[in-house]
């Protein structure tokens, strides 16, 4: 009877028999009594004599969610700010090294140039003298610490900063007048790239110049190749790196601020009545009594907050407490300690114009400060360099550059390199050199940018802060009138220098502002035209489903990439078409840019199935920000360890297809004929796509397809 009723129960279900289970009736809930409690779909544990215990349910694990958490979802985003990972004296170092080298070897030339070139306004008298250390002071107030260090650090874009940030989030929160802003935005990346070229320049060579003071018999013509060696050895060594020696950065920073601050206060101290040049009624006296020369000096008071927006364009690399506390700690006390030095001497000294930076120490110790100087101005260009790097691979994220071949030196962040940036800021950083020949000329064309960025950062700060923040226009309208007036003077001020070659970082801003807005452009008319092309995923999954002859259904995973699941991918299309084939395991993936630097591992993936029947296929976004690495391969590991993709999906064997676009150009509306042949041009020379996204060479097949533009 027993043996009748076993046979009965192990031909209807199949069970998993431990030691002693075999002692049990059965294991199917029908086979319960009806006294034992038991919760429907509760699963049961059987272990060694588990017969002699009770019924225990256990529960099912809880499923993770796939939604996207709040700081994707939520309009608050934009508050999240830096997450340190270090302490603030430990960032506050590092930032000495990045942040400040532009604007802390600025005392290397600013009073030279001031003094040498406007000497129909800058006397050495101490009118003069006062005058200008007052104006230099008072810049460095207001553009650096209050607009900068104090205002504007408080616009980021999930803790970054920078133009390209501004840009990012006044696109995200669609802010009234968005396209113009925008534009402004990218005419301010492009002057960006423009001060790019001009910076390694003025700082090398004005630091090799030193040497003309230092040892006398040197001959100047020597000056220019040795700066041009070191420059030229510089753009080189961009491929390694810098993740050797960037540890030095920060110590050799601090010790070039030290020197430069001890040097003027030197100075200071056998003259204290320098002090009395802090007075903004000695600046004021200075205006209006030299009036039309007085404001040509403004071209060179401004250089000495060259660099000021690197205070916010680095705001996501060390957080704005940080960067705050290194400049009043430590630079801002330095560097003005040094001008109210140079101001001093060239009141005891008449002839120190000559170079009064080099000349405020004592002989001994010029040429070790030529050395130190060098130093501090390799890292200054260095940090310009990584600064434009930075914003070519934002630019490629955000969609407003094609595809640029970046190269990861390191794994630190920020480490990348940009060849074709690379080599065109190094083209364009020797001409000028070889064209220009001191730092003295290099000066004439040195501030439009500079001063051309500091008003676009105000214009769309103030967009913000209306749109964004509802700050009433009593509270915004004495300051930004404030901004406005100090960076206007500063910018027409040096529009004069415009005949003299400050046309060039103009120039450069408006090509890349237009390569930009044509690429942004090209791709919008280039999407809806291959859209058309490659018709509904949905009804092409489904006319599989009814396809005769049957598809063939091939071993292996496909990966297919796409920028949504409304569209077929080209390759896929191509594939069902031509070879009437398809992968028994089939995953699209679409890149979501979100303009944030970085996405979360939380909020990194979406996942969901497509289609009916047998033609199911999975969909994955994955979802990064303008700082992440693009990385496919191991975004799609990194999707299956969190459970985003099946745990036993092959994808150290699956294969990657990918569309290769030939476009043809139309006579459609749209775009201007000229912006048509420009947009071809650079989609034909961006970076291959595999190697953009990291693909396997051997894994990989193009297909390709023409689309109209």
Same mark, same amino acid.
């Given at each position: 009877?027993?043996?009748?009723?076993?046979?009965?129960?192990?031909?209807?279900?199949?069970?998993?028999?431990?030691?002693?289970?075999?002692?049990?009736?059965?294991?199917?809930?029908?086979?319960?009594? *009806?006294?034992?409690?038991?919760?429907?779909?509760?699963?049961?544990?059987? $272990?060694?004599?588990?017969?002699?215990?009770?019924?225990?349910?256990?529960? &099912?694990?809880?499923?993770?969610?796939?939604?996207?958490?709040?700081?994707?979802?939520?309009?608050? *985003?934009?508050?999240?700010?830096?997450?340190?990972?270090?302490?603030?004296?430990?960032?506050?170092?590092?930032?000495?090294?990045?942040?400040?080298?532009?604007?802390?070897?600025?005392?290397?030339?600013?009073?030279?140039?001031?003094?040498?070139?406007?000497?129909?306004?800058?006397?050495?008298?101490?009118?003069?003298?006062?005058?200008?250390?007052?104006?230099?002071?008072? @810049?460095?107030?207001?553009?650096?610490?209050?607009?900068?260090?104090?205002?504007?650090?408080?616009?980021?874009?999930?803790?970054?900063?920078?133009?390209?940030?501004?840009?990012?989030?006044?696109?995200?929160?669609?802010?009234?007048?968005?396209?113009?802003?925008?534009?402004?935005?990218?005419?301010?990346?492009?002057?960006?790239?423009? *001060?790019?070229?001009?910076?390694?320049?003025?700082?090398?060579?004005?630091?090799?110049?030193?040497?003309?003071?230092?040892?006398?018999?040197?001959?100047?013509?020597? /000056?220019?190749?040795?700066?041009?060696?070191?420059?030229?050895?510089?753009?080189?060594?961009?491929?390694?790196?810098? !993740?050797?020696?960037?540890?030095?950065?920060?110590?050799?920073? =601090?010790?070039?601020?030290?020197?430069?601050?001890?040097?003027?206060?030197?100075?200071?101290?056998?003259? &204290? !009545?320098?002090?009395?040049?802090?007075?903004?009624?000695?600046?004021?006296?200075?205006?209006?009594?030299?009036?039309?020369?007085?404001?040509?000096?403004?071209?060179?008071?401004?250089?000495?907050?060259?660099?000021?927006?690197?205070?916010?364009?680095?705001?996501?690399?060390?957080?704005?407490?940080?960067?705050?506390?290194?400049?009043?700690?430590?630079?801002?006390? !330095?560097?003005?300690? $040094?001008?109210?030095?140079?101001?001093?001497?060239? =009141?005891?000294?008449?002839?120190?114009?000559?170079?009064?930076?080099?000349?405020?120490?004592?002989?001994?110790?010029?040429?070790?400060?030529?050395?130190?100087?060098?130093?501090?101005?390799?890292?200054?260009?260095?940090?310009?360099?990584?600064?434009?790097?930075?914003?070519?691979?934002?630019?490629?994220?955000?969609?407003?550059?094609?595809?640029?071949?970046?190269?990861?030196?390191?794994?630190?962040?920020?480490?990348?390199?940009?060849?074709?940036?690379?080599?065109?800021?190094?083209?364009?950083?020797?001409?000028?050199?070889?064209?220009?020949?001191?730092?003295?000329?290099?000066?004439?064309?040195?501030?439009?940018?500079?001063?051309?960025?500091?008003?676009?950062?105000?214009?769309?700060?103030?967009?913000?802060?209306?749109?964004?923040?509802?700050?009433?226009?009593?509270?915004?309208? &004495?300051?930004?009138?404030?901004?406005?007036?100090?960076?206007?003077?500063?910018?027409?001020?040096?529009?004069?220098?415009?005949?003299?070659?400050?046309?060039?970082?103009?120039?450069?801003?408006?090509?890349?502002? $237009?390569?930009?807005?044509?690429?942004?452009?090209? +791709?919008?008319?280039?999407?809806?035209? +291959?859209?058309?092309?490659?018709?509904?995923?949905?009804?092409?999954?489904?006319?599989?489903?009814? !396809?005769?002859?049957?598809?063939? +259904?091939?071993?292996?995973?496909?990966?297919?990439?796409?920028?949504?699941?409304?569209?077929?991918?080209?390759?896929?299309?191509?594939?069902?078409?031509?070879?009437?084939?398809?992968?028994?395991?089939?995953?699209?993936?679409?890149?979501?840019?979100?303009?944030?630097?970085?996405?979360?591992?939380?909020?990194?993936?979406?996942?969901?199935?497509?289609?009916?029947?047998?033609?199911?296929?999975?969909?994955?976004? /994955?979802?990064?920000?303008? +700082?992440?690495?693009?990385?496919?391969?191991?975004?799609?590991?990194? @999707?299956?360890?969190?459970?985003?993709?099946?745990? $036993?999906?092959?994808?150290?064997?699956?294969?990657?297809?990918?569309?290769?676009?030939?476009?043809?150009?139309?006579?459609?509306?749209?775009?201007?004929?000229?912006?048509?042949?420009?947009?071809?041009?650079?989609?034909?020379?961006?970076?291959?796509?595999?190697?953009?996204?990291?693909?396997?060479?051997?894994?990989?097949?193009?297909?390709?397809?023409?689309?109209?533009?």
């Amino acid at each position: 009877m027993r043996a009748g009723r076993r046979a009965e129960m192990s031909s209807t279900r199949k069970r998993t028999l431990h030691e002693g289970a075999h002692k049990l009736d059965g294991d199917s809930d029908d086979d319960l009594p *009806d006294e034992t409690p038991r919760r429907s779909g509760v699963r049961q544990n059987f $272990n060694e004599a588990a017969h002699k215990l009770g019924y225990w349910p256990v529960a &099912p694990a809880p499923r993770k969610t796939r939604e996207p958490s709040d700081v994707i979802k939520a309009a608050h *985003d934009d508050d999240r700010d830096v997450v340190a990972h270090a302490s603030r004296l430990v960032l506050g170092l590092g930032a000495l090294g990045i942040v400040f080298g532009d604007i802390g070897t600025s005392p290397l030339y600013s009073m030279q140039v001031i003094f040498g070139q406007h000497k129909q306004a800058a006397h050495t008298t101490v009118g003069g003298v006062y005058g200008i250390v007052s104006l230099i002071f008072w @810049a460095l107030v207001i553009v650096v610490s209050i607009k900068y260090a104090i205002v504007i650090m408080r616009a980021h874009n999930r803790g970054d900063g920078g133009i390209m940030a501004l840009t990012a989030l006044i696109s995200r929160k669609k802010v009234p007048r968005a396209a113009a802003l925008i534009t402004l935005g990218l005419l301010g990346a492009g002057l960006f790239f423009g *001060d790019g070229m001009i910076t390694p320049a003025i700082s090398v060579t004005s630091a090799v110049e030193g040497l003309k003071v230092a040892t006398p018999g040197l001959s100047h013509s020597l /000056i220019d190749p040795i700066a041009l060696v070191i420059l030229i050895a510089l753009f080189t060594a961009q491929r390694f790196g810098t !993740a050797a020696v960037g540890w030095l950065f920060g110590p050799v920073m =601090l010790l070039w601020f030290g020197t430069i601050g001890v040097l003027g206060a030197s100075h200071v101290v056998q003259h &204290p !009545a320098v002090l009395q040049a802090l007075s903004p009624t000695w600046g004021a006296r200075f205006m209006l009594d030299h009036g039309v020369a007085a404001w040509l000096a403004l071209g060179g008071v401004v250089l000495a907050v060259t660099g000021a927006e690197a205070l916010y364009a680095d705001r996501g690399h060390f957080g704005a407490t940080p960067i705050r506390m290194t400049w009043f700690a430590i630079v801002f006390p !330095a560097v003005l300690l $040094n001008y109210l030095g140079q101001g001093a001497l060239i =009141l005891s000294d008449h002839k120190a114009i000559s170079n009064p930076f080099y000349l405020v120490a004592p002989g001994w110790g010029r040429l070790p400060l030529v050395f130190l100087a060098t130093a501090a101005t390799i890292i200054a260009s260095q940090a310009a360099l990584t600064g434009s790097f930075s914003v070519a691979k934002q630019a490629v994220q955000l969609g407003f550059m094609p595809r640029l071949r970046i190269v990861h030196t390191a794994e630190v962040e920020g480490q990348i390199y940009v060849p074709i940036i690379n080599w065109l800021l190094c083209a364009g950083v020797v001409a000028l050199v070889l064209v220009f020949r001191n730092s003295n000329k290099l000066s004439d064309i040195y501030g439009v940018a500079v001063t051309g960025t500091f008003i676009l950062d105000t214009t769309l700060f103030v967009a913000v802060a209306r749109s964004l923040w509802q700050t009433p226009k009593w509270r915004l309208f &004495p300051m930004v009138v404030l901004f406005y007036v100090v960076e206007v003077s500063f910018f027409s001020a040096n529009v004069t220098k415009v005949a003299h070659g400050a046309w060039l970082p103009l120039l450069v801003g408006v090509i890349v502002a $237009n390569v930009m807005l044509t690429w942004r452009k090209g +791709r919008d008319v280039l999407t809806r035209n +291959r859209t058309e092309e490659e018709g509904s995923l949905q009804a092409f999954l489904e006319g599989m489903c009814a !396809a005769d002859p049957p598809i063939v +259904r091939l071993p292996g995973t496909a990966i297919f990439l796409n920028p949504n699941k409304q569209t077929t991918p080209l390759a896929m299309r191509a594939q069902v078409e031509h070879l009437h084939a398809f992968q028994e395991t089939v995953v699209m993936v679409s890149l979501d840019p979100i303009p944030i630097p970085r996405v979360d591992k939380e909020d990194r993936f979406a996942a969901e199935r497509l289609g009916k029947g047998l033609f199911k296929i999975i969909y994955l976004t /994955i979802r990064t920000g303008y +700082r992440d690495r693009t990385d496919l391969p191991a975004a799609l590991a990194l @999707a299956r360890k969190r459970g985003m993709l099946p745990r $036993n999906l092959d994808l150290e064997h699956a294969s990657y297809f990918v569309s290769r676009m030939s476009i043809a150009q139309t006579d459609g509306h749209g775009m201007p004929p000229w912006r048509k042949r420009l947009f071809i041009a650079m989609a034909r020379n961006s970076s291959s796509p595999i190697e953009h996204f990291g693909l396997p060479w051997d894994r990989t097949v193009t297909s390709g397809s023409q689309v109209a533009l």
